[in-house]
């Protein structure tokens, strides 16, 4: 039996660059979570007969809003929900599973790398039957349901056990709770070399996997520990936990440091990898050596035809726009277009569904390609390994060896967070008003070539998006980009990412910092962001 229960709309529902994200506590509120997934069935495309796909990365309220997300997609005509057992699937594995089980769509119930607890985050993402996030267009129409929502629906009915796996029925509707890792796993299989990287690992190669208490731990234990053969004790921190273990699920050298600080020591393995609470970001160190996301996009492109996956080739490689360049100057050398697209894993799709790219990635620890429609912190690993193992050598020389041939692109993020939203503002307000003015003006050595605030037309469905961040590009080739996130929870987020270009004649073996210093202080003087903010130094650097 259909209950309608009547409610009335909540400000702020508004999909940010990942879904919606806020505190559990806002979570919380009778009806929040409701009005917002009935939102999305009110608009969603979903056929006569559709498949939902629902699973989460474990943490607090995830059960919660799954038993009654279930009982919403019963009333709301759904013919079957696929469940991942306890709740769980990893994104890139709700992504995948959503594919390969023809869904019309998924939810998926995560705050990625934030953490997570009764006062901390929680998120709901819609993702549509490519298997990625929902573009634009289906975000700004969800978010104008919530402004006039007024009932939601439900079949009350046994609560799903939502730990074993099999068919059970909920009204009409079919209810499968489904193996978490299986498919996923299968899938890595078909992509890569896991005779080679089996046999590497029987030879010596090692990785240490942090999975952070979050979602990646079981898919590492059986790819990583079982199918591929590593050592016991390879996944560290491998049992997901609805508070991550009170840490932040973030895989960067702030929050993966006890990892930093094994792969900087002489007991460090070969690879040394993370990922973040619901499994698209990847972190990766090699023995002594810490590889940006942006250098690890390019590198992973540069040797991806070691892979059976990609043995024939790329055909494109797509990056968001504050990543380094140095993936273009991969794919100029391939003979392949270079993407631009604004932050946010939902621009690739269209791109990636057209055949325009292989491999996309972002500065913010994601990489991914076409086997799925979101990033994917495993896959990144395992093409890692794949290579590895196929060519004998360390991360540390592919990283020279790549340095030298494409010159090496320095690359730091200083994020300042939790800032008041109106100062954030007028920060970036005056930052677009002095735009006309900055070409032919020097910040110490750097004198500017051209300023922009980022505007991007989708080549294949012509869709347009603003307003996605201001762009300094210097006369040398460096860059600064100012952007503020669209996944914070707290006040605003500033975001400057910090570019320098070294051609293969030049440095390449210095310290990121200093590589940096001028441009930094150009950001200082350019931005004013110690006098619009308080702050004279970043939260956190990436
Ligand atoms: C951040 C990252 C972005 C990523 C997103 C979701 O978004 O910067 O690259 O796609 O998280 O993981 P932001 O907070 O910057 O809007
Ligand atoms: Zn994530």
Redesign the pocket.
């Known amino acids: 039996m259909i209950t309608t229960v009547a409610t009335t709309p909540f400000d702020g529902q508004k999909p940010?660059?990942?879904g919606l994200r806020k505190k559990v506590r806002v979570f919380q509120q009778p009806d929040y979570a409701e009005n917002f997934i009935q939102s999305v069935f009110d608009v969603a495309e979903r056929p006569a007969g559709s498949t939902l796909v629902i699973g989460g990365d474990g943490r607090f309220y995830n059960r919660t809003v799954i038993e009654r997300a279930i009982q919403m997609a019963a009333a709301n005509g759904y013919a079957r929900v696929l469940v991942g057992q306890g709740g769980i699937l990893s994104t890139p594995a709700a992504s995948h599973v959503i594919r390969k089980y023809g869904a019309s769509g998924g939810l998926i119930l995560s705050a990625?790398?934030n953490p997570g607890g009764p006062d901390e985050d929680f998120g709901i993402k819609y993702n549509i039957a490519n298997g990625g996030p929902a573009p634009e267009a289906v975000t700004e129409a969800i978010y104008a349901r919530t402004r006039t929502i007024d009932r939601w629906m439900m079949v009350e009915g046994e609560a799903v056990d939502l730990d074993r796996i099999g068919t059970s029925q909920i009204g009409a509707m079919v209810v499968e709770v489904i193996d978490s890792v299986a498919d996923y796993a299968d899938l890595m299989e078909e992509l890569f070399d896991f005779p080679a990287i089996r046999a590497a690992a029987a030879q010596g190669l090692s990785i240490a996997f942090d999975a952070m208490h979050a979602v990646t731990g079981p898919y590492a234990h059986e790819i990583l520990e079982r199918r591929l053969g590593f050592a016991a004790g390879t996944v560290h921190n491998g049992t997901p936990l609805e508070d991550f273990g009170g840490h932040h699920p973030d895989p960067n050298l702030v929050h993966a440091k006890v990892l930093y600080d094994l792969m900087m020591s002489p007991d460090a393995p070969a690879l040394g990898a993370a990922s973040d609470g619901d499994g698209?970001?990847n972190l990766i160190i090699g023995k002594g050596v810490f590889i940006t996301p942006s250098d690890s996009l390019a590198m992973l492109a540069a040797n991806a035809h070691l892979a059976p996956a990609y043995a024939g080739g790329l055909k494109g490689i797509a990056r968001?726009m504050?990543t380094s360049t140095a993936a273009d100057k991969v794919a100029a050398a391939l003979g392949i277009p270079a993407w631009e697209t604004p932050?946010?894993?939902k621009f690739f799709g269209t791109l990636l569904d057209a055949g325009k790219a292989t491999i996309c990635g972002?500065?913010?620890a994601?990489t991914g390609s076409d086997h799925v429609r979101e990033?994917d912190g495993l896959w990144a690993v395992l093409l890692w390994l794949n290579i590895l193992a196929v060519t004998g050598k360390s991360v540390m020389q592919i990283a020279k060896e790549h340095w030298a041939r494409f010159g090496r692109n320095y690359y730091a993020r200083h994020d300042y967070e939790a800032i008041e939203t109106a100062k954030a503002n007028t920060l970036m307000a005056g930052l677009e008003a002095s735009l006309p003015a900055l070409p032919g003006q020097s910040f110490g050595p750097l004198t500017v070539a051209a300023a922009d605030q980022f505007a991007y037309v989708d080549p294949v469905d012509g869709s347009e998006s603003r307003n996605q961040g201001v762009r300094v590009m210097f006369a040398c080739g460096s860059r600064i980009v100012f952007?503020?996130?669209?996944?914070?929870t707290e006040g605003a987020?500033l975001?400057v990412y910090l570019e320098r270009y070294e051609r293969p004649e030049g440095r390449l073996a210095e310290e990121t910092p200093a590589m940096l210093a001028d441009l930094i202080a150009a950001a200082e003087a350019i931005a004013g962001i110690a006098a619009h903010t308080g702050r004279t130094a970043p939260d956190v650097v990436t």
């Open positions: 940010g660059t990942s990625s790398h698209d970001r968001s504050p932050t946010g894993w972002e500065e913010s994601g990033k952007r503020l996130s669209g996944t914070g987020t975001r």
